[in-house]
């Protein structure tokens, strides 16, 4: 199709525009990158004080737990919202010239993930520091839950992006959503206290599974023995199937609305 | 290749425009919106436009403001879709609507370098094939690594007509931002369009500068209310601009 082919003429311009957010982000110095870990470093800290300290999770490794799924999470929630302004923040240069306009979403997913990988590191570091063995048998799921992830990342961009040019309200409520969403996603504490948690019936527990983003990071967590009963994750691995399968569906809606759209995106600003 | 060979042809193209009354909407007003298509008005900027530029050809449009001129460039730039007709070109078509696309002042000189030239096309390795010349002819090479937004107006303005001189292209097409500045900066303008004139670029330029359309375009298209009122000789269509538009009962 001509579309794929037209990309990969404008790479050069892709290509530039994650330079050009990445160096915007770090302000181009090793220490930017750093600040721009504060923030998340920052919560990541807090969280522990609360769970561990003062709510006494007691689960072994907490920091640990909670950083295989922050991070993957903070990837995923950051991407989607910048998404929701990939266009709508640029339609100054979407009226002037001319280039396939999936490069705006490509680019923020590119740069956001660019930024993933650098994290990553950090968490290496943490994990060789604190000495945690990983369970390499379950890489291949993890890389897969990660594949389902962009394609989740990708469709919601797509789709909340090109709703929020028509829609100036959409980045509010998409700030509010993510916020619960966060909270109602095996981040903070293991999905085991969800299974075995007797205050909840279990419709409910089939419900909070069924948010694409729960399989993903259970994913995760498989990487880290004592971090997720991979007992939890047996009985539970038809709802990773599901994700992978949302996560398909809201990529083509996403891409039918964006090309229904995107012709009026230079038209509306 | 055949000499008469179309670079830009434009068949039969309209395009309206629906603008909503209120500027921004929030998704209440959609759903209380969904089932009428109130608050709406629409006007069509350009009817049933046709016409055909030949390889190497200088063409200008002209036309009051809101004649359709800018309409029409984006349309052939691709930047919007006509709503009915179509439009094909032949070769690299580079769109020249503005200077310094994309800078940013926060990066570097050499970052916005490759920045807008690739927005108009250029590959990573063709900047840097053509970047010490873009260096010294925008005289910044002092500069190259500071940021943008330190430079002076005049420095930021030659870094970008600097860019615009290393384009490639078979169609080019021109806004009429180019004639902004100083009158040297213009004059260069100028130069440089007459010396892609007579490299054989189509040029299709969008301008108020009824004296530089004819010296630098061979044809021009005279834009009114969206129709093509005249499609002539610059020499001819200028003159005949300039007499309507000073007769008395015509104005406004």
Redo the contacts between chains.
Sequence with gaps: MGTWRELWEYR??L???I??DL??RY?SSVLGFFWSMLLPLAQVVTFVIIFKYIMRFGEKNYSVLLMTAFFPWMFFSQAVLDGAVSFAANVG???????PRLILPLTTLGSNLVHFLFALLVLCVYFAYVRVTVSWGYLPLALLAMAVQLIFTFGLMLLVGSLSV?????KF?LAAVFQMWMFFTPILYPASKVVETRMFPQWIKSAYFMNPVAPLMMAYRALVPLNEPTKILASYWQFFGLSAIVAILVLVVGYVVFRRYE?EF??VG | MMAQESAVLVEVVSRR?VVPHQR?????Q?LLGAFSRRGRDEFWALRDISFEVPAGQTVAVIGRNGSGKSTLL?IV?????PTAGYVRTRGRVV?L??LG??F?P??SGR?NI??NA???G???RQVSDRYDQIVDFAEIADFVDAPLRTYSTGMAARLAFAITTQIQADVLLVDEVLAVGDRQFTLKCIEYMKKLRDSGVSIFLVSHDLPRVVELCSRAIWLDQGSVRMDAPAGQVVQAYIQHYSAPQSAG
């Design positions: 050069d311009v290509v530039n525009f330079r050009r160096k915007l302000k240069l979407l009226k002037r010239v001319y280039f028509f829609y100036s309200d959409v409520l012709w230079a038209v | 425009f921004a909407y929030t998704l209440k959609a984006r730039a691709g930047i919007y879709r769109g609507l503005e696309i994309g940013q926060d990066l970052d490759y920045l690739s927005l108009f250029l590959t990573r």
